[in-house]
Nanobody, 127 residues
Framework: QVQLQESGGDSVQAGGSLRISCSAS????????LAWFRQAPGKAYEGVAA????????VYDDSVKGRFSISQDNAKNILYLQMNSLRPEDTAMYYC????????????????????WGQGTQVTVSS
Protein backbone atom coordinates (compact mmCIF):
# COMPACT_ATOMS: atom_id res chain seq x y z
CA GLN A 1 0.00 0.00 0.00
CA VAL A 2 1.10 3.55 -0.65
CA GLN A 3 2.54 5.24 2.41
CA LEU A 4 1.10 8.64 3.29
CA GLN A 5 2.42 11.29 5.63
CA GLU A 6 0.68 14.54 6.52
CA SER A 7 2.42 17.73 7.53
CA GLY A 8 1.74 21.41 7.99
CA GLY A 9 -0.79 21.30 10.80
CA ASP A 10 -0.64 24.29 13.09
CA SER A 11 -2.56 26.62 15.34
CA VAL A 12 -4.19 29.56 13.62
CA GLN A 13 -6.60 32.33 14.48
CA ALA A 14 -10.14 32.20 13.17
CA GLY A 15 -10.32 33.75 9.74
CA GLY A 16 -6.80 32.75 8.92
CA SER A 17 -5.44 30.36 6.33
CA LEU A 18 -3.36 27.23 6.39
CA ARG A 19 -2.14 24.71 3.87
CA ILE A 20 -1.51 21.15 4.90
CA SER A 21 0.28 18.57 2.81
CA CYS A 22 0.31 14.84 2.30
CA SER A 23 3.35 13.16 0.83
CA ALA A 24 2.94 9.81 -0.89
CA SER A 25 5.65 7.20 -1.09
CA UNK A 26 4.96 6.44 -4.73
CA UNK A 27 3.06 7.57 -7.76
CA UNK A 28 -0.70 7.68 -7.49
CA UNK A 29 -1.21 6.48 -11.06
CA UNK A 30 -3.31 3.56 -9.89
CA UNK A 31 -5.19 5.54 -7.27
CA UNK A 32 -8.79 6.44 -7.92
CA UNK A 33 -9.23 9.20 -5.36
CA LEU A 34 -7.22 11.16 -2.88
CA ALA A 35 -9.02 12.74 0.00
CA TRP A 36 -8.81 14.56 3.28
CA PHE A 37 -10.72 13.44 6.32
CA ARG A 38 -10.82 14.92 9.76
CA GLN A 39 -11.80 13.94 13.23
CA ALA A 40 -12.63 16.43 15.91
CA PRO A 41 -12.58 15.41 19.57
CA GLY A 42 -15.58 13.25 20.37
CA LYS A 43 -16.77 13.18 16.78
CA ALA A 44 -16.73 10.69 13.95
CA TYR A 45 -14.45 10.84 10.96
CA GLU A 46 -15.71 13.33 8.42
CA GLY A 47 -14.91 13.49 4.75
CA VAL A 48 -13.64 16.99 3.97
CA ALA A 49 -12.49 17.03 0.37
CA ALA A 50 -11.73 14.51 -2.34
CA UNK A 51 -10.00 14.63 -5.68
CA UNK A 52 -10.96 12.12 -8.33
CA UNK A 53 -7.80 11.55 -10.32
CA UNK A 54 -9.26 10.29 -13.57
CA UNK A 55 -11.06 13.54 -14.32
CA UNK A 56 -9.85 15.97 -11.69
CA UNK A 57 -13.29 16.30 -10.16
CA UNK A 58 -13.31 17.80 -6.70
CA VAL A 59 -15.85 17.02 -4.03
CA TYR A 60 -16.24 18.98 -0.82
CA ASP A 61 -18.24 18.61 2.29
CA ASP A 62 -20.78 21.39 2.65
CA SER A 63 -19.08 22.61 5.80
CA VAL A 64 -15.93 23.58 3.89
CA LYS A 65 -17.26 24.31 0.42
CA GLY A 66 -15.98 27.64 -0.81
CA ARG A 67 -13.31 27.80 1.86
CA PHE A 68 -11.13 24.75 1.27
CA SER A 69 -9.43 23.60 -1.90
CA ILE A 70 -7.84 20.25 -2.66
CA SER A 71 -5.03 19.90 -5.17
CA GLN A 72 -2.20 17.60 -6.15
CA ASP A 73 1.38 18.03 -7.27
CA ASN A 74 1.74 14.98 -9.48
CA ALA A 75 5.48 15.36 -9.99
CA LYS A 76 6.18 15.37 -6.26
CA ASN A 77 3.40 13.00 -5.21
CA ILE A 78 2.01 15.57 -2.80
CA LEU A 79 -1.60 16.25 -1.98
CA TYR A 80 -2.56 19.62 -0.56
CA LEU A 81 -5.47 21.05 1.30
CA GLN A 82 -5.64 24.83 1.23
CA MET A 83 -7.83 26.04 4.07
CA ASN A 84 -9.07 29.61 4.10
CA SER A 85 -11.44 31.48 6.37
CA LEU A 86 -10.80 28.95 9.09
CA ARG A 87 -13.32 28.56 11.86
CA PRO A 88 -13.00 27.08 15.33
CA GLU A 89 -15.17 24.17 14.23
CA ASP A 90 -12.47 23.25 11.72
CA THR A 91 -10.29 22.19 14.62
CA ALA A 92 -9.50 18.52 14.14
CA MET A 93 -6.91 15.96 13.31
CA TYR A 94 -6.65 15.93 9.53
CA TYR A 95 -5.84 12.75 7.64
CA CYS A 96 -5.09 12.16 4.01
CA UNK A 97 -6.16 8.95 2.36
CA UNK A 98 -5.97 7.14 -0.95
CA UNK A 99 -8.59 4.95 -2.55
CA UNK A 100 -8.20 2.55 -5.46
CA UNK A 101 -10.14 3.00 -8.65
CA UNK A 102 -13.82 3.11 -7.84
CA UNK A 103 -17.04 3.24 -9.84
CA UNK A 104 -18.19 6.67 -10.87
CA UNK A 105 -21.20 6.14 -8.65
CA UNK A 106 -19.00 5.75 -5.61
CA UNK A 107 -19.09 8.49 -3.01
CA UNK A 108 -15.53 9.85 -2.86
CA UNK A 109 -16.11 11.12 0.67
CA UNK A 110 -17.15 7.73 1.97
CA UNK A 111 -14.69 6.43 4.51
CA UNK A 112 -14.90 2.83 3.39
CA UNK A 113 -13.27 3.38 0.01
CA UNK A 114 -9.95 4.41 1.45
CA UNK A 115 -7.32 1.79 2.11
CA UNK A 116 -4.20 3.90 2.67
CA TRP A 117 -4.06 6.46 5.46
CA GLY A 118 -1.62 8.87 6.95
CA GLN A 119 -1.14 9.35 10.66
CA GLY A 120 -2.72 12.79 10.76
CA THR A 121 -1.74 16.38 11.38
CA GLN A 122 -3.41 18.58 13.96
CA VAL A 123 -5.14 21.78 12.94
CA THR A 124 -6.31 24.04 15.73
CA VAL A 125 -8.34 27.18 15.07
CA SER A 126 -8.80 29.60 17.93
CA SER A 127 -11.40 32.32 18.20
Amino acid sequence: QVQLQESGGDSVQAGGSLRISCSASESTDRTGCLAWFRQAPGKAYEGVAALRLNDGRQVYDDSVKGRFSISQDNAKNILYLQMNSLRPEDTAMYYCAAAPLMPNSGDPLALTWYLSWGQGTQVTVSS
